[in-house]
């Protein structure tokens, strides 16, 4: 996406995204339970939790850091560390792992030298195993930030890859 | 009215989204404006079909043309030939669908022949984003009669007439639960649909919430009438973004027509609905841990009593269902609690809906009676095991589940005749696994599973799944021992027993079910050091076959670490103790002489 911040005031940039979650946080103030749909917010924003916006949400909503972390760490849907470039999931809901999915998963560790879980030193990919992705038509199933590919083959890999190293 | 002479119908489910058929939509969309006949063709995206096997999926109407694995290419001459000239293009229809050059109707087909739908009505007919089609297929009639005819103890007595039970794996009566939730006395109570999908490879409810999101809002604000509520939360999974996002159009729908808020039909009952997202726990299925993570915390479950019926959301009684327990309630409002009790059995009425996955040719969405059997499900709507392969094993269950093996093939799918036989109902997942399927492998993917989701807040369900993991771990790496599989059923039985919650409970399930079933397999990998279906690594030994090998070397020069060696033009031979079992060998060899056992 092309963010075009304008500089009115001597180069202070206005974040865009800091008020979006500002905005969020205000509206949730007096929404019961309201913690944890501002973290979704963050998270879909920033593409993980970084810890100067939590330090906001405990501050404007009166919760805790300790807290913050409490339930930011318990959900694997939030992160607390920032993710690659190119996250790549792949499905390990059973209808994928009984067609082959953990042969997928490993010849990409292999690939990319990377850990489930985690990120390749350069910041590329981050390497990721999910639930049902609901394609079981397609098992075995993986997810390239939007791009479904599904029937594959480990050896199908370095070539998909490709698509996305020279990026 | 705007009328068409011929609708096309786009499937917007997952499955088919996954392989583009938003784009075939588009598509469909453009060609009809080039041939400018776009007032007499509707194009409309619906839900899922079913048959997710063959997306991504279109049907024509009238003709009811089932076209499958559609690509963007193919949609020029479908409208060209098919929607112009008014000749079905038979290179893409199902074949079943196909005879003797007559197009049959779906309904004739082995996959929907035996299918009875009441809680997928909707998907794949109508428009999820359209409210104007949900009420013209009786959508919003079972709360017009609810508001304007009924009180609310009618409304449970036809509920409980139904027989219906809970479709997300307990299977509680769920009039019953409606009746203690209403007796709850307090100044304010919640409706709360359960839309978190735990099991890691089914996917009901997320089809009925992106196929007709409307009749889930409109039995929760029905259950909120007969209960007393008026505010209602879907817990759904952030990680279904279609879901969320037809359940927010679908919500804004209900509000602009009045069938959600204040005063809904001009009665003095308002009734409102809120998303919350869930974020990736497991357990947070499960309902008192759901209702933590409404309420903003760590979704750990609480012990029971209390019941939510008493002491929910925010300390108030609180009604939990299902999604696909809801998706019912309006076809037994409108119908009677009768008519859906005379479906099923004795103590199991109506129909369930399964994800049918696995080694199964018909991978899909079905409904189907209660009391079906389990063969007329994998072999006349599944259509059987492909490549011609051996039938081992259907799960149900998911890991809270069991295996069922042949000799089971003939029993009822009823709550209780699968539970006695070690397996169990759930909420739908049924995974078919073939010859090549090991079972202590799928029994170590299950536990796995649940070790890694539980919440650690009891001592047996976390240090004993991490106990039993380790030991599936040994015996797959083909260090296990007799006394182990004796030691895995006893940690089983004591996790069971401690465990605070329903992940621990029937965490072992999985393992305790097939070592019952495929002791064979277990005793396979412990004495003899073998995987019979060859999927354990460590348990294979790749070899080349002196008779087959010509020699040709190919082998040896693919090789990583040099393991293969022989004079060229006679029998090659691999060092095992060098071999570091990659495979990359066996695929180059050009005359198959290359095994792995
Ligand atoms: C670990 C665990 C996970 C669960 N996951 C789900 C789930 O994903 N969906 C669901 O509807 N019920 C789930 N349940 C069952 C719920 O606790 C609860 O019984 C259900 O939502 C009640 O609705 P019903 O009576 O309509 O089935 C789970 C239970 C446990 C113990
Ligand atoms: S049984 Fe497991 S998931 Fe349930 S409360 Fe105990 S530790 Fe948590
Ligand atoms: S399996 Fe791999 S390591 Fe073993 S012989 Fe074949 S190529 Fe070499
Ligand atoms: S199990 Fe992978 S998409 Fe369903
Ligand atoms: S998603 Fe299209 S048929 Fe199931």
């Given at each position: 996406m092309n963010q075009q911040n304008c500089c009115c005031c001597g180069g202070n940039h206005v974040d865009e995204r800091l008020e979006k979650v500002m905005k969020v946080i205000e509206e949730h103030k007096t929404v019961k339970g309201g913690l944890i749909p501002v973290l979704h917010e963050i998270q879909d924003t920033?593409?993980?939790?970084?810890?100067?916006?939590?330090?906001?949400?405990?501050?404007?909503?009166?919760?805790?850091?300790?807290?913050?972390?409490?339930?930011?760490?318990?959900?694997?849907?939030?992160?607390?560390?920032?993710?690659?470039?190119?996250?790549?999931?792949?499905?390990?809901?059973?209808?994928?792992?009984?067609?082959g999915a953990q042969g997928l998963i490993d010849r990409l560790s292999k690939e990319l030298n990377v850990e489930v879980g985690k990120t390749t030193e350069d910041g590329k990919f981050t390497l990721e195993a999910t639930r049902c992705l609901g394609a079981c038509g397609l098992a075995p199933v993986m997810v390239i930030g939007e791009k479904v590919y599904g029937r594959i083959t480990p050896d199908d890999i370095p070539n998909i890859l490709k698509e996305y190293q020279d990026k | 009215m705007?009328?068409?002479?011929?609708?096309?119908?786009?499937?917007?489910?997952?499955?088919?989204?996954?392989?583009?058929?938003?784009?075939?939509?588009?598509?469909?969309?453009?060609?009809?404006?080039?041939?400018?006949?776009?007032?007499?063709?509707?194009?409309?995206?619906?839900?899922?079909?079913g048959l997710c096997e063959l997306g991504p999926v279109v049907i024509v109407y009238p003709e009811g043309a089932f076209y499958s694995r559609v690509q963007i290419a193919d949609v020029e001459?479908?409208?060209?030939?098919?929607?112009?000239?008014?000749?079905?293009?038979?290179?893409?229809?199902?074949?079943?669908?196909?005879?003797?050059?007559?197009?049959?109707?779906?309904?004739?087909?082995?996959?929907?022949?035996?299918?009875?739908?009441?809680?997928?009505?909707?998907?794949?007919?109508i428009d999820p984003e359209n409210i104007d089609e949900y009420i013209a297929f009786d959508g919003y009639k079972a709360l017009a009669k609810v508001l304007t005819t009924m009180t609310p103890e009618q409304v449970i007595e036809e509920v409980k007439k139904s027989g219906l039970?809970?479709?997300?794996?307990?299977?509680?009566?769920?009039?019953?639960?409606?009746?203690?939730?209403?007796?709850?006395?307090?100044?304010?109570?919640?409706?709360?649909?359960?839309?978190?999908?735990?099991?890691?490879?089914?996917f009901m409810d997320r089809s009925i919430l992106e196929g007709d999101p409307h009749s889930v809002l409109e039995a929760m604000t029905i259950a909120g009438y007969?209960?007393?509520?008026?505010?209602?939360?879907?817990?759904?999974?952030?990680?279904?973004?279609?879901?969320?996002?037809?359940?927010?159009?679908?919500?804004?729908?209900?509000?602009?027509?009045?069938?959600l808020g204040k005063n809904i039909f001009g009665t003095d009952f308002s009734f409102d609905i809120e998303i919350r997202l869930g974020a990736g726990a497991f357990v947070c299925g499960e309902e008192t841990a759901l209702m933590n993570s409404i309420e903003g915390r760590r979704?750990?479950?609480?012990?029971?009593?209390?019941?939510?019926?008493?002491?929910?959301?925010?300390?108030?009684?609180?009604?939990?269902?299902?999604?696909?327990?809801?998706?019912?309630?309006?076809?037994?409002?409108?119908?009677?609690?009768?008519?859906?009790?005379?479906?099923?059995?004795?103590?199991?009425?109506?129909?369930?809906?399964?994800?049918?996955?696995?080694?199964?040719?018909?991978?899909?969405?079905?409904?189907?009676?209660?009391g079906i059997t389990l063969r007329e499900v994998i072999y006349e709507i599944g259509g059987g095991i492909p490549n011609g392969k051996k039938f081992k094993a259907v799960q149900t269950g998911g890991p809270s589940g069991g295996c069922l093996t042949a000799e089971h093939l003939d029993t009822p799918i009823e709550y209780d005749t699968l539970t006695a036989l070690?397996?169990?109902?759930?909420?739908?997942?049924?995974?078919?696994?073939?010859?090549?399927?090991?079972?202590?492998?799928?029994?170590?993917?299950?536990?796995?599973?649940?070790?890694?989701?539980?919440?650690?807040?009891?001592?047996?369900?976390?240090?004993?799944?991490?106990?039993?993991?380790?030991?599936?771990?040994?015996?797959?790496?083909?260090?296990?021992?007799?006394?182990?599989?004796?030691?895995?059923?006893?940690?089983?039985?004591?996790?069971?027993?401690?465990?605070l919650c329903g992940l621990g409970q029937t965490a072992p399930n999985p393992v305790l079910s097939t070592l019952k079933h495929f002791r064979d397999e277990y005793i396979a990998h412990v004495v003899d050091k073998k995987c019979p279906a060859g999927v354990c690594q460590a348990l294979l030994q790749y070899t080349i076959i002196e008779e087959k090998c010509k020699g040709c070397s190919l082998c040896a020069r693919q090789c990583p670490v040099n393991a293969i060696s022989g004079q060229v033009k006679s029998p090659f031979k691999i060092d095992q103790d060098k071999c570091i079992k990659c495979g990359a060998c066996l695929d180059k060899c050009p005359f198959k002489a290359i095994v792995k056992k």
């Open positions: 920033y593409g993980y939790l970084p810890e100067d916006i939590l330090k906001i949400v405990s501050k404007e909503l009166d919760i805790p850091m300790a807290e913050i972390f409490g339930v930011a760490s318990f959900y694997s849907y939030f992160s607390l560390e920032p993710k690659g470039e190119h996250i790549i999931r792949v499905c390990l809901g059973t209808a994928c792992y009984v067609k | 705007a009328f068409y002479r011929s609708q096309v119908l786009v499937c917007g489910g997952t499955g088919c989204t996954s392989s583009d058929s938003m784009k075939i939509l588009e598509k469909f969309k453009e060609e009809v404006k080039k041939h400018n006949i776009e007032n007499e063709i509707e194009i409309v995206r619906t839900g899922c079909f001459e479908i409208v060209a030939e098919h929607l112009v000239k008014g000749r079905p293009v038979t290179r893409l229809l199902y074949t079943e669908t196909i005879d003797e050059g007559r197009i049959k109707s779906l309904n004739e087909t082995g996959f929907y022949k035996k299918q009875e739908r009441i809680a997928l009505r909707n998907c794949g007919v039970r809970g479709r997300g794996g307990g299977g509680f009566p769920t009039g019953l639960k409606w009746e203690l939730t209403a007796k709850s006395k307090a100044d304010q109570k919640y409706v709360v649909c359960n839309a978190d999908e735990g099991d890691p490879g089914a007969a209960i007393g509520a008026n505010q209602g939360y879907i817990y759904v999974r952030a990680e279904y973004p279609i879901a969320v996002q037809r359940l927010k159009v679908a919500i804004k729908q209900a509000r602009e027509y009045g069938l979704g750990m479950p609480n012990p029971k009593p209390p019941f939510p019926a008493q002491s929910g959301l925010w300390e108030k009684p609180t009604l939990i269902n299902n999604v696909e327990t809801y998706a019912n309630i309006p076809q037994i409002i409108v119908r009677g609690g009768e008519w859906f009790a005379s479906k099923g059995t004795e103590k199991s009425k109506g129909t369930k809906v399964f994800a049918l996955g696995g080694k199964i040719t018909n991978t899909g969405l079905v409904e189907v009676p209660m070690g397996s169990m109902m759930g909420s739908g997942g049924m995974i078919v696994m073939d010859e090549d399927t090991c079972m202590v492998d799928v029994a170590r993917f299950y536990l796995d599973f649940t070790r890694d989701e539980s919440c650690g807040k009891c001592t047996p369900c976390r240090i004993g799944t991490k106990r039993m993991l380790e030991i599936l771990d040994r015996i797959v790496e083909g260090k296990g021992t007799l006394e182990d599989l004796d030691k895995l059923e006893e940690l089983g039985k004591q996790i069971k027993a401690a465990s």
